[in-house]
Antibody, heavy 119, light 109 residues
Framework: QVQLVESGGGVVQPGRSLRLSCAASGFNFNDYGMHWVRQAPGKGLEWVALLWFDGRDEYYEDSVKGRFTITRDNSNNTLYLQMNSLTAEDSAVYYC????????????WGQGTLVTVSS | QSALTQPASVSGSPGQSITISCTGANSDFGSYNLVSWFRQNPGKAPKVIIY???ERPSGISHRFSGSRSGNTASLTISGLQAEDEADYYCCSYADGRWVFGGGTKLIVL
């Protein structure tokens, strides 16, 4: 079955860290760029980060630069998002999505994992 | 970086056509034609309906079309149907970053 499954969300205190995972199955993970996109409760979509097929190039939204790191393990078909120095503004559902040509054609999304930053 | 500007809501009756605009600065679109549109139903993940300004992914109805003029991209839905009621987001690439619009709620009257 072609799918993406996020995990790792939860409640975390401000200033702490969390690592999200996105497990891919049913397709050749190596062939796709991968995005993280988040959505705060009741708000719109916000792009977070992108990692190229081979992990060579990575891009970040300004507010997470220096705090978040996107990585991938192509041997285990898994994408990660390491999130450090979390603030309340990082509270959101985090989605991973695949992009075959890195043109914004995010044609498969996970179900999302909720991160709540609160003391 | 600021989000692309979309109207908060658009409405139309079944059978009509509606257009959702997506406006940004030059720096939001760059010289690329990498504008996508996504539909999101409540509690669900987004779904791509347009990419590279005008392209429709496999399985997406011809009722959905995209265009761009300068710093404004547009999504047109013709032959409006009740099931089109959802939130719609534009997304653009420029200079190493992607940015989403604030989203438009489509109401089918």
């Amino acid at each position: 079955q072609v799918q993406l499954v996020e995990s790792g969300g939860g409640v975390v205190q401000p200033g702490r860290s969390l690592r999200l995972s996105c497990a891919a199955s049913g397709f050749n993970f190596n062939d796709y760029g991968m995005h993280w996109v988040r959505q705060a409760p009741g708000k719109g979509l916000e792009w977070v980060a992108l990692l190229w097929f081979d992990g060579r190039d990575e891009y970040y939204e300004d507010s997470v630069k220096g705090r978040f790191t996107i990585t991938r393990d192509n041997s285990n078909n898994t994408l990660y998002l390491q999130m450090n120095s979390l603030t309340a503004e990082d509270s959101a559902v985090y989605y991973c999505g695949r992009d075959p040509m890195i043109t914004g054609l995010i044609d498969l999304w996970g179900q999302g994992t909720l991160v709540t930053v609160s003391s | 970086q600021s989000a692309l500007t979309q109207p908060a809501s658009v409405s139309g009756s079944p059978g009509q056509s509606i257009t959702i605009s997506c406006t940004g600065a030059n720096s939001d679109f760059g010289s690329y034609n990498l504008v996508s549109w996504f539909r999101q139903n409540p509690g669900k993940a987004p779904k791509v309906i347009i990419y590279e300004v005008t392209e429709r992914p496999s399985g997406i109805s011809h009722r959905f079309s995209g265009s761009r003029s300068g710093n404004t991209a547009s999504l047109t839905i013709s032959g409006l149907q009740a099931e089109d009621e959802a939130d719609y987001y534009c997304c653009s690439y420029a200079d190493g970053r992607w940015v989403f619009g604030g989203g438009t709620k489509l109401i089918v009257l």
